[in-house]
């Protein structure tokens, strides 16, 4: 499993742009990069996953770079309840096994 | 849309006592997963479950812990002996085949 490093935290304000950076210099040829978001006291959410380029849903946009040693999650104008822990992960999509959540980044957004 | 739940939201129960934690999966789901997350810590991965046995577990799920899914649609965590430090937020998962892995809202367990 690829080794991610993303902020410990964020801060940002209501109706901003939100953009979280993942490093993943080891990712693999068949490893995909997904994004879960967990608010307090509840399960992981899953928010996004891609493999290339760019991934857009209702709730955000991933970009990976050519190189695939990044990506970048992008929360446009976000609200006070965006406020939740947003973890990056890195895995072969064809694989049904364990996630090993690390930190994540704890975004706060302010009124 | 669908999604799996758990039962009950919050378990109290006395040290050296026995719980069971239930989950009802995504119905067409094939894989489940039991997780844990002790305050203020990581998200762990407890076991994955597939074609009625256990693919891989780690460290934590000793002798205490069992999975079963005993009917075709609910999956249970059992501890037979609880301790003080089991003390967390379970989350149970589901997926199909191989693929993203949905949570359940968790069951928080105290052990007192």
């Known amino acids: 499993l690829a080794k991610t490093t993303q902020p410990i935290s964020m801060d940002s304000y209501e109706g901003q742009e939100v953009n979280i950076t993942c490093s993943h210099n080891n990712i693999a040829t068949n490893d995909y990069i997904t994004w879960y978001q967990q608010f307090p006291s509840q399960g992981p959410r899953f928010i996004i996953q891609?493999?290339?380029t760019k991934v857009t849903n209702e709730v955000a946009s991933l970009f990976i770079p050519a190189d695939r040693k990044s990506s970048t999650l992008s929360l446009p104008r976000v609200s006070l309840s965006d406020t939740a822990v947003y973890y990056c992960l890195v895995g072969e999509h064809s694989s049904a096994s364990k996630i090993i959540f690390g930190s994540g980044t704890r975004l706060s957004i302010r009124p | 849309e669908p999604e799996v739940t758990q039962t009950p939201s919050h378990q109290v129960t006395q040290m050296g006592q026995e719980v069971i934690l239930r989950c009802v999966p995504i119905?067409?789901?094939?894989?489940f997963y039991w997780y844990r997350q002790i305050l203020g810590q990581k998200v762990e991965f407890l076991v994955s479950?597939?074609?009625?046995?256990?693919?891989?577990k780690s460290e934590i799920f000793d002798d205490q812990f069992s999975v079963e899914r005993p009917d075709g649609s609910n999956f249970t965590l059992k501890i037979r002996s609880t301790k003080l430090e089991d003390s967390a937020m379970y989350f149970c998962a589901s997926s199909w085949v191989a693929d993203t892995q949905y949570f359940g809202p968790g069951t928080r367990l105290t052990v007192l």
């Open positions: 119905s067409n789901h094939l894989y």
């Open positions: 891609g493999y290339k």
């Open positions: 479950f597939y074609n009625n046995e256990i693919s891989e």
